[in-house]
């Protein structure tokens, strides 16, 4: 179970003072640029005093995924306990690394829906692809029960301006206060589930210490052939001193967690369903939803959904990815086959140009190079300018009804003015373009390019064979699994 005495922490015992004058409501800060958001990890490893909990669907072998695994093996040194789950999808091939650091007394590793063919999960698929479909997409870290970070990024240099050829474009919110209690109860929910297994069960022999020195070992020695290009220390500490600051600017609102319960995978989903309180809340609408998100997939429910709302005068504006930007082909034919009918209706559409300037200057992008893509993968909404959610739900069917999602919902119209500025950098014309249509109603792109306007009548920069396959894509009956 989640760390109980949080109060015993020096952070904790801040936090509650906090929280005194804050009577009902918990503090947030959104993390809009890469560099920073991954500090901030890497800072809550060194603050940690009793425990570091950590949800996440992907965590690269990279150099980030490397750093932030060797920080949190320095914190279970220190007596820190560490629990990690992480969804299966991506880890082929990771089970002996992964069993070695789970032979630390402090660090106890579960995996989510594990595939049963260690070595060849094609035959999952084949016999068993109802289970193996379902994903666990969290991106949860929690600190002592304390200090919490929610949103949309995993773990791997894509997520943190460290790509030198692609990076995404993202957001996170960080929390102290009663809803990380929330969160470390979302938690403790995935954690105890049937559907985590432990990783020493899925090994074909116990991993020793010797195992996780060597382990370590090569980590390290990778580490230092890879380096972090940013001064991470020095980063790491700047924040550190900063921290009094940082969590007196804290915005205090009412906030919560909005999540998928595991145990609801193969049932009816829940009253909790993150879908079905995103339509609940859709019908209290009066004047506005701005919406990122990497996928944008609609079917005839959310079409409808909102066309009803455009026309009793809420305004919608949604910025999802091109076809260049986006890294799912499939995702991308599953948006564009209702993207003319939700312009039609009145909805404002913009995409993300591959080459955003938005996304090399996150942060100290120096090691970025002019040609490198652009991609998005912020899952953030602002309802009536009150109130926002930040997490891992896309709008597409797969965050709807197959895999389980997180985030955080928090009514503050000061905290929402700050997440409609990201979103608006995001629709200006030099990161984006506006999908709109021409006297004959077909789409036409616009966008501006040192300082001119430019029209498309095709999706942009995109060559026939793209735009061919995701013509096709569209014809099949898949659009319930993007």
């Given at each position: 179970m989640a760390f109980k005495d949080y109060k015993e922490t020096v952070i904790g015992r801040k936090i509650v003072g906090m929280e005194m004058t804050h009577p009902g409501e918990s503090g947030f800060a959104i993390m809009r640029n890469s560099v920073p958001a991954y500090t901030s990890r890497i800072m809550l490893t060194e603050l940690a005093e009793k425990s570091l909990d950590l949800q996440y669907y992907i965590w690269e072998a990279d150099a980030t995924g490397r750093i932030f695994a060797d920080r949190l093996i320095r914190a279970a040194d220190r007596g820190v306990r560490v629990r990690i789950l992480v969804d299966d999808m991506n880890l082929s091939d990771s089970d002996a690394t992964i069993a070695s650091l789970d032979a630390h007394q402090h660090i106890e590793i579960r995996i989510f829906n594990p595939f049963s063919h260690r070595s060849k999960r094609y035959l999952d698929f084949l016999t068993d692809l109802k289970r193996v479909n379902h994903r666990m997409h969290n991106k949860i870290m929690v600190m002592d029960n304390t200090?919490?970070?929610?949103?949309?990024?995993?773990?791997?240099?894509?997520?943190?301006?460290?790509?030198?050829?692609?990076?995404?474009?993202?957001?996170?919110?960080?929390?102290?206060?009663?809803?990380?209690?929330?969160?470390?109860?979302?938690?403790?929910?995935?954690?105890?589930?049937?559907?985590?297994?432990?990783?020493?069960?899925?090994?074909?022999?116990?991993?020793?210490?010797?195992?996780?020195?060597?382990?370590?070992?090569?980590?390290?020695?990778?580490?230092?052939?890879?380096?972090?290009?940013?001064?991470?220390?020095?980063?790491?500490?700047?924040?550190?001193?900063?921290?009094?600051?940082?969590?007196?600017?804290?915005?205090?609102?009412?906030?919560?967690?909005?999540?998928?319960?595991?145990?609801?995978?193969?049932?009816?989903?829940?009253?909790?369903?993150?879908?079905?309180?995103?339509?609940?809340?859709?019908?209290?609408?009066?004047?506005?939803?701005?919406?990122?998100?990497a996928y944008f997939v609609t079917r005839e429910r959310g079409v409808e959904t909102a066309r009803k709302l455009i026309d009793r005068g809420v305004r919608i504006r949604v910025l999802t990815n091109s076809l260049l930007s986006n890294d799912v082909l499939a995702a991308h034919a599953g948006y564009a086959k209702n993207r003319t009918e939700l312009v039609k209706n009145g909805l404002e559409l913009y995409e993300l140009r591959p080459d955003a300037g938005t996304i090399?200057?996150?942060?100290?992008?120096?090691?970025?190079?002019?040609?490198?893509?652009?991609?998005?993968?912020?899952?953030a909404l602002v309802f009536d300018r009150e109130s926002v959610f930040i997490g891992s739900f896309n709008l597409d069917p797969r965050?709807?009804?197959?895999?389980?999602?997180?985030?955080?919902?928090?009514?503050?119209?000061?905290?929402?003015?700050?997440?409609?500025?990201?979103?608006?950098?995001?629709?200006?014309?030099?990161?984006?373009?506006?999908?709109?249509?021409?006297?004959?109603?077909?789409?036409?792109?616009?966008?501006?390019?040192?300082?001119?306007?430019?029209?498309?009548?095709?999706?942009?920069?995109?060559?026939?064979?793209?735009?061919?396959?995701?013509?096709?894509?569209?014809?099949?009956?898949?659009?319930?699994?993007?």
């Open positions: 200090l919490a970070i929610v949103g949309g990024r995993n773990i791997g240099n894509h997520y943190f301006g460290v790509d030198t050829q692609a990076n995404f474009r993202d957001l996170d919110i960080a929390a102290a206060g009663p809803v990380v209690r929330e969160v470390s109860s979302t938690f403790d929910r995935f954690w105890n589930s049937d559907w985590s297994v432990p990783i020493k069960t899925l090994v074909d022999r116990p991993y020793t210490q010797e195992d996780l020195q060597t382990a370590i070992s090569v980590m390290r020695k990778k580490i230092e052939e890879h380096d972090y290009p940013y001064p991470l220390d020095e980063d790491v500490a700047d924040l550190m001193s900063e921290l009094e600051n940082i969590l007196d600017d804290l915005i205090w609102a009412p906030g919560t967690v909005i999540w998928d319960d595991p145990e609801d995978i193969d049932a009816q989903p829940g009253d909790d369903n993150i879908d079905r309180k995103f339509y609940e809340k859709m019908a209290t609408l009066s004047t506005e939803m701005l919406v990122e998100s090399r200057n996150s942060g100290r992008q120096s090691i970025v190079s002019a040609e490198s893509m652009a991609a998005l993968h912020t899952k965050s709807a009804n197959i895999n389980t999602e997180a985030g955080l919902y928090v009514e503050s119209p000061e905290l929402a003015q700050e997440v409609i500025a990201f979103l608006d950098e995001g629709v200006t014309l030099e990161n984006s373009y506006r999908v709109t249509l021409d006297e004959k109603g077909d789409l036409v792109w616009i966008t501006e390019i040192e300082g001119k306007e430019v029209r498309y009548t095709k999706d942009p920069e995109s060559s026939f064979w793209q735009r061919f396959m995701s013509g096709f894509i569209q014809m099949l009956p898949v659009q319930g699994q993007l």
